[in-house]
């Protein structure tokens, strides 16, 4: 059985940065694409961005220019590094990825990591 395990949120004041990690359980497993969430109560998820095997990364909007997300392949995790943050970034910060053992690939969600910005 494989996890993703995401690390990194917590409590942050405005302006603040946080850096969040996301990687597989079992190092037997390669992570692929990877896609990072926020949810917040009420609402359903909302992408921030993306990164492909290959590198390519895609953002919201709302985050460009603020928030990187970049991969490590030795250590088979992917970041998402957020500056300037602001209220409007609080919530749980879900990691979704493909990971791939042999030449099977699957999806799979972590368990999610709470993000505060606050004043």
């Known amino acids: 059985q494989v996890q993703l395990v995401e690390s990194g949120g917590g409590l942050v004041q405005i302006g603040g940065s946080l850096r969040l990690s996301c990687a597989p359980s079992?190092?037997?497993?390669?992570?692929?694409?990877v896609t990072w969430y926020r949810q917040v109560p009420g609402e359903q998820r909302r992408f921030v961005a993306s990164i492909t095997s290959g590198g390519s990364t895609n953002y919201a909007d709302s985050v460009k220019g603020r928030f990187t997300i970049s991969r490590d392949n030795a250590k088979n995790t992917v970041y998402l590094q957020m500056n300037s943050l602001k209220p409007e970034d609080t919530g749980v910060y879900y990691c979704n990825a493909r990971l791939r053992r042999y030449n099977v690939e699957n999806g799979y969600w972590g368990q999610g990591t709470q993000v505060t910005v606050s004043s």
């Open positions: 079992r190092s037997d497993f390669s992570l692929n694409a």
